[in-house]
């Protein structure tokens, strides 16, 4: 009989490293590894013999088991790690039944699985670091070479003074460097052991327990937390909370290049490979597929970071349904972030950029987006509010008469007296009117330069 399986959209939104850590077998064996290292651990302290741990890891290998039947075990168990821990005692003792007697000594279930997630997201943690440091070269590279490209900035949706795509990219940049920043400083919380027995005391394992949960986490190279944790969940929310800060910084990052994408903008442009981004009816179509998986997962992700809050108030000492709430959940916004930094990944760095149209755009409106530039000017001459009142009626005038900026201001006696012809020209010129944007892409490439070193 073939098994169903869900895998049309898992290309497109989740990266096939991610989904490695995330699936059937990924999840078995990360719960495995924790069995052999209690193994392992227990025989360090003397509690189970030596000859007891071979046989266990053995058959701690995710392939000897049938994740099928597993499923439709949990559906009756209600958790992974009890029909685990059963097929994995079957196995041993086909083997060796003696050192069946020693599985899972002291633990939990909970223990289990929560420790088995705790080592999946070790896994995903390096994956999307890695992800966001090559972003962030790529990034970084990208910020330099637009750095003095001018393009219209644009303010509720309409054009206001200009700035630079260098700028533009750069603010991307900064998001990405805060996003590894803010991981490196949730790491020592995270990747901590679980580990407390029924309801946390390890009372089962009597005055070998510590001993035992010092050398279980020195075995799995976790941390060991000033106590268990079975419901005190906020170690996972807080990652998953930094992972949707991610995906809404690479959110921002695809709804701007979709904007810039739009055919009445057309100035930057997802790289263009064979069959990408067509349409079934219009053949002249050049969709942002990419941009499409970032603005996605950011619109996904907050959804599911909501479930992670509210399963947060669990009951006593282990918890029913909000837990459960869980299990799913943060794989699935690792899972939509690293699909997010994939797409970002190709976007950056085959990003098309038109530097002619920006320059054609810019001057959309004659010159208007710099009248600005010329009121700060002539405001030193003639007074801040005289000058305000002069270039909004030279706006006006400009508008009403369809004639650039420029003209209407070489016409109007009240500017030439105190602006000259050079000094006009030199206001209206975007490139003059930049400010601070090459700063502000040098200091985002200094702090992205300065997380690497």
Known sequence: MQRPSNQLFDTYFTARDMREVFCDQGRVQAMLDFEAALARAEARVGLIPQTAVAPIEAACRAEHYDFFVLGEAIAIAGNSAIPLVKALGKQIASQDVEAERYVHLGATSQDVMDTGLVLQLRSALLLIEAQLERLGEILAIQA???????????????????????????????????????????KPRLLVLQFGGASGTLAALGEQAMPIAVALAQELQLALPEQPWHTQRDRLVEFGSVLGLIAGSLGKLGRDISLLMQTEAAEVFEPAAPGKGGSSTMPHKRNPVGAAVLIG?????????????????????????????????????????????????????????????????????QGLVLAEAVSIVLAQRVGRDAAHHLLEHCCKRAVAEQRHLRAVLGDEPQVTTYLSADELDHLLDPAHYLGQAHTWVERAVAEHFALNA
């Open 297 to 365: 997962a950011a619109t996904r992700v907050p959804g599911l970071l909501a479930t992670l809050f509210s399963a947060m108030p669990q009951e006593h000492e282990r918890s029913l349904g909000l837990w459960h709430a869980e299990w799913e959940t943060l794989p699935d916004i690792c899972c939509l972030v690293s699909g997010a930094l994939q797409q970002a990944l190709l976007v950056t760095e085959g990003l098309e950029v038109d530097v002619e149209r920006m320059a054609k755009n810019l001057d959309l409106t």
């Open 144 to 186: 330099q070479r637009y750095v003095a490209t001018p393009l219209a900035g644009r303010t509720w949706l309409q054009h206001a003074t200009p700035v630079t795509l260098g700028m533009k990219i750069a603010g991307w940049l900064g998001a990405v460097t805060r996003s590894r920043q803010r991981l490196q400083e949730l």
